[in-house]
């Protein structure tokens, strides 16, 4: 059986009077965030991402995915999963107005 280590991040504050050790990076969100009252999901953050880069190289695929780290047919899959899971899967209800 392996033994499993536990990391413990702490900070330290030497001063003249003492050691004051605190929990380290809980930091407060910012004013407003997040944005429309929920956090986004790791989806809509990667879908986010992906797209500043492209605007960010003016579209280029390649440099797009160097910036990414990943290859470009993984960029072109992707787009491809992202862009299904934007558009709706049912399609928008008719209008029955002119139903007698």
Do not use: C
């Not at 809509?44 to 047919?73: C, F, M, P, T, W």
Request: glycine residues 8%; charged residues 25%; hydrophobic residues 35%.
């Amino acid at each position: 059986m392996r033994k499993q280590t536990v990391s413990i991040n702490r900070h330290f504050i030497v001063s003249g009077e003492g050691i004051e050790i605190r929990p380290l990076g809980v930091t407060p969100l910012p004013e407003g965030y997040p944005p429309e009252g929920r956090f986004p999901t790791l989806l809509e953050l990667e879908q986010e991402y992906v797209q500043r880069v492209l605007a960010h190289v003016a579209g280029n695929k390649s440099r797009a995915a160097a910036v990414l780290g990943i290859d470009r047919v993984s960029l072109w899959r992707k787009l491809k999963k992202l862009e299904s899971l934007a558009t709706p899967v049912t399609p928008p209800l008719r209008e029955y107005s002119s139903r007698p």
